[in-house]
Each structure stands twice: as structure tokens, then as C-alpha cells.
């Protein structure tokens, strides 16, 4: 069956691979970005003539953000499924970020993502259905050196995802997560780093572990084929394409090793949702109200 989708963050990396996919599997997809007439018009230009609706659409912006899903809702004759797709990466010792590069991080990865689904959910609420996947990384169930601020921002996201997915279960709207490692895409092309060099002295040689370790990553990743981010992409698309109230909280697409230990983690955390929520007689509130087929 085919749905009506808006992604954001297409011009590149996964985003661009999964408006590709979808389109291929007969879906409807307008596919948001910035700069569509400028830095990113040889993408947008490619993806309009594959038969994609190219808006634009900059979720660090509250008008941006709400006139560009009310133009995919127009364009698409509704709305199914949002993918919050769209984020930013950083690198660097966590006590040497700002606040200010904190609040730019943020704006992207955790108000962008709210921004978006506050513009779509009346919507999808109204109509009593709808899909929206969160995309997260396994940097946010856990931590790594040197990716403090993003790691706060995904965990961020992930809360903010299971929220929705309690509070918007009665009206058939379901909210997921998928939770990517990291693959070689062009997010390494835009992190953020510390705006504060005035500490790296008191840090000795530590300074030089950021890049050292992404260096090391990198080289991972290019001897490792099997991490290629066309999963993220065919995952995303196969969550869209399953039935509704069948779907899994969290999807790992992981081939490097870490997925492996991450996925029980999941597990575990939903067994503690079913007990607590449970216990208190809520957990009707942890499943999907199916709206049946006329």
C-alpha cells in the first residue's frame, strides 16, 4: 500500500538514500531541505525528476517548518508517515563545547524534531493514523568519548520519541525509533566543533584523542562494507511498509558490532515499560490503537 511521506534532512546521507527507496517502492514522498536553489540544487534537481515533491523546509525554524509540511500536506493530498531524519554530528572534548554550540546542536536534533511533529500531528491525529520514525543512532543508548553533546541529543530524541509513542497510541498514531551505527555518509561533513580552545592545555594530550579516534573510525568503516548506510535506508522503508500496531519501538541497523549489544539493551527496557506501566494499569496506553479498514 502506498503512503504519503515527509522526510526531512533529504539532501544527503540516509535522507536522500531512503526518499530513493521509497520512491522505488511506489510510495509518495515530498522530500524536505535547505537551500534547494543554491548548495543543495544538484540533489534537489535529481530527486524531482526521479518523482520526488522537493520542499524546503529548515527545522531550526518555526515558520520554515510549519509552512513546509502544510505545502507537503498540500502537495501529497494528506500526510501518512513523517521521518525525522534531519541532524547534526559533533567531535571534540565535551567540557570545551559552549552553550551556544550546545543550543545549535539542539536546535536541529531535538526542537527541530519537535517542531516538526507539532506542524504534522493535528493531522495525523485527526485522521485517526499516521507513522512518525525518529531517526536516532546507538549513540543514543549510549556513550562514547568525544561525542558528548550529541549523544545528549539523541537520548534527548529518544525520550522525546517513547513520549509520543504513549501519548499518541489512542489515536493511531504510532511513534518509532531507528537507531543506526555509524556508516560513511556526508553527516561527517557538517559536525560541529568546540568554539572553546581555551581549555585544550588543561587536557594535555587528550586534545589530539577527538581526531585521533575519528580517524580510526573512518578507517573502520572503509574497511567495512557490510556497513552500508542503503540498510538504513531499506529499514526505514520496511517499517513503513509493515502493518500498523505490528511495527517494533526500536530498529538497530548495525553491522560493525555494536547493534549486537544494544538490541537486548531494547529489549529489556520494553519488558521494564510492560511491568511499570503495568503495575499503575497503563499499559493499554503502550499499544497502538489499530483503526480497522472500511
Known sequence: ????????????????????????????????????????????????????????????????????????????????????????????????????????????????????????????????????????????????????????SKWALEALAENYRIELSGFGVDSIIVEPGGYPTSFFNSLIFPSDSSRDEGYGEMVNAPKQLFDSFEGALANNPNQDPQHVADAITNLIETPAGQRPVRTVVDNMGMGVHIDPYNQQLDQIHQGIFGAFGMDGMLKLNVKEEV
Request: charged share 20%.
Open 1 to 152: 500500500m502506498s503512503s504519503k511521506v515527509l522526510i526531512t534532512g533529504a539532501s544527503g546521507g540516509f535522507g536522500a538514500l531512503t526518499v530513493k527507496k521509497l520512491l522505488e517502492n511506489g510510495h509518495s514522498v515530498v522530500a524536505t531541505m535547505r537551500n534547494t536553489a543554491t548548495k543543495n540544487k544538484e540533489i534537489s534537481d535529481e530527486l524531482t525528476s526521479l518523482g520526488a515533491h522537493v520542499v524546503e523546509l529548515d527545522v531550526t525554524s518555526d515558520d520554515s517548518t510549519n509552512s513546509g509540511v502544510a505545502k507537503a500536506i498540500e502537495l501529497l493530498g494528506g500526510l501518512d508517515v513523517v521521518i525525522n531524519n534531519a541532524g547534526v554530528g559533533v567531535l571534540g572534548i565535551q567540557e570545551t563545547f559552549t552553550i551556544d554550540d550546545f543550543k545549535r546542536l539542539f536546535e536541529v536534533n531535538v526542537f527541530g524534531v519537535q517542531r516538526v511533529n507539532r506542524a504534522a500531528l493535528p493531522h495525523l491525529r485527526a485522521q485517526g493514523s499516521g507513522l512518525v520514525i525518529h531517526v536516532s543512532s546507538l549513540l543514543g543508548r549510549m556513550t562514547l568519548p568525544f561525542y558528548g553533546p550529541y549523544n545528549a
